[in-house]
DNA sequence: TTGTAAGCGTTATCAG
DNA sequence: CTGATAACGCTTACAA
């Protein structure tokens, strides 16, 4: 039906793997016969089958992406479409391309992947939401697949290569902002601890506390889920107590929206009666009111160095364990200032 | 290296062919020898080679997704991630893959897709953003190969499978509702009239404003960027007329968000002084001050109808091509009230 | 009900 | 530099 590789080879009057040959540019072709064999594919409008070019020659120039469970609310955080433009460009750029997994629950994403690297559907596979005790890790790095993480693993750390942002420090710098704006009561409302991003950031913001001498209260920790009223919950909770705090550093903006939105209905001020620091710093912290402070973790940069790194991994059978930090960066704007009296 | 049909058969005791019965479940293989081949798969951990598969019959059970442009702003608009978990969903149900492809120009994008669909990766293709002029869409109509447009084509309708709301309907209901309250100087802030979706609720606005007997006045009708600070600069135009509107239809919540800063910053309060009433009934609807009055356009519901037709068009070679219109409804929240006197 | 064998459209190995 | 020819792993007539 379609136009193979044989088509273009009557056409152009040499072998079919001549023709292959010219595809692959290969350097033992004379350029009299390429020009030829080019002008009988353009004539003909020859693509080549996919399907079989990658049986015959057992790799795929296709990378797999697991997503999140579509029943996952983190679904609807803009974080994901954002890494999703990162790893999309670093894949078109080594012109592979990308293959898509879901599943509503653990069980059948697993099953999908399986399926997509036994069924050599892509070469690589890059995760976005490691779980502890992440099956589908375990099943690939079992099978010895090349895969890259977008975050930080709960274990393995130094066999997996990974691609996060350092967020105990991001937190501690965050939280010594807050400090030498002469906050001493700093609360932290984070994500589920069943994340690594939120253990990592809980220590930062420890360990800023400790250096400061400041006395860390279990009170003024609250985690929660990173999207929807779940910032509505936190604030109201940590407001309630007899000394609140005077700052607060929130996981991700669009919790934080809820949190600027609950502590206007409590009638406190932003940044007057309480500094706010965020993270992801989305198109969201400038647009809410008042702008937020927010830390840049290069949401894009995360998901390119994770397909770049990939394919690298893909391409050279033994290239080490990588682990690469993207960097991040403290963007202000309106909502700190000094704490009131 | 990996395990094939053949390793099964050999352990099977039967013809490899047998094994690609047993694979496809066909009722003229005895049960008994069902068993005893699913038993080898088991035992081998066999998992079929999808590129073999496909080649040999022909079909690959995956559909291609064009994703709208990696520059394209409307990209970080949560419509995205709603969208894909409907597709995925679709797709999943019926045991379809997905394949991604993107480009950074229409050039890029085209190139892709013609991959993608001559290099028979996918069986069929579902379109996000059709623009004036989609060069990708007659590609695929001139090959006559089986797409679905996620909104409305320019041309051809009729002979397009597409998913859209009822946009003009919707807007319409939308203008008659602020009417009802008493509205009677009406501004409308929409995108770009290169998208159908801003033609045609554009003209549903037209039409109930007619309908009452209300003037049109183009100084009322604003066309910005659906993101960022577009809505910013769209309300700060009409807000500064001699006689500004008493409410405003907006064409996304995320440019609401900025409209209501605008607002905030002007002093004008809403719904106190202007109405508000805009488009998708995301999060951020719920959680804005005050939280919006928007129209739910069932975002999930269109991917997910987008890849469950795109499926019937690829199994029935004669299907009739449809037009799919997905409900919509107006949730009422804090943002609109009479006008003032 | 099962086996044989001919493709599917490439790439890769050997000759020449 | 180029051409045969054998894989690659599966499906699908056609036989049996």
Redesign the pocket.
């Known amino acids: 039906?379609?136009v193979?590789?044989?088509d273009v080879a009557r056409l152009a009057?040499?072998?079919?793997?001549?023709v292959?040959?010219v595809?692959?540019d290969s350097t033992?072709?004379?350029e009299?016969?390429k020009q030829r064999v080019r002008k009988a594919m353009e004539q003909l409008g020859?693509h080549?089958?996919l399907n079989?070019?990658n049986?015959?020659?057992?790799s795929t120039k296709a990378l797999g992406l697991v997503m999140p469970s579509s029943k996952d609310v983190g679904f609807q955080n803009p974080f994901f479409p954002m890494v999703l433009q990162g790893i999309s460009e670093g894949a078109q750029e080594k012109n592979y391309a990308l293959h898509l997994t879901t599943g509503k629950s653990d069980r059948e994403i697993l099953d999908a992947v399986i399926q997509m690297v036994q069924g050599q559907r892509v070469d690589g596979v890059i995760l976005l939401n490691s779980k502890v005790d992440d099956r589908v890790i375990s099943y690939l790095k079992e099978r010895n697949f090349p895969f890259v993480l977008i975050g930080k693993p709960y274990k393995n750390i130094e066999e997996i290569t990974h691609v996060d942002n350092d967020n105990l420090r991001a937190m501690k710098e965050v939280t010594e902002y807050l400090i030498s704006y002469g906050h001493q009561q700093i609360g932290f409302i984070g994500g589920s601890l069943e994340f690594m991003v939120t253990i990592d950031r809980l220590q930062g913001y420890k360990q800023a506390l400790q250096n400061a001498s400041i006395e860390i209260k279990s009170e003024y920790i609250v985690h929660e889920q990173f999207l929807r009223e779940g910032g509505q919950d936190a604030v109201r909770e940590i407001m309630a107590l007899d000394q609140p705090p005077t700052a607060l550093v929130v996981a991700d903006d669009f919790m934080a929206l809820g949190v600027l939105n609950t502590l206007d209905e409590l009638g406190i001020k932003v940044p007057d009666d309480l500094s706010i620091v965020s993270f992801n710093n989305l198109l969201l912290a400038e647009m809410s009111k008042p702008p937020l402070t927010s830390v840049d973790i290069n949401i894009f940069e995360l998901g390119y160095q994770a397909s770049k790194n990939l394919i690298v991994l893909v391409e050279n059978k033994n290239e080490p364990t990588k682990r690469l930090i993207i960097s991040h960066r403290l963007i202000e704007r309106l909502s700190c200032s000094r704490p009131k009296q």
Chains 1, 2 share one sequence.
């Open positions: 039906m379609a193979t590789i044989k009057n040499v072998a079919p793997s001549t292959s040959r595809i692959a033992r072709i004379s009299e016969t020859y080549p089958n079989a070019r049986l015959a020659s057992q």
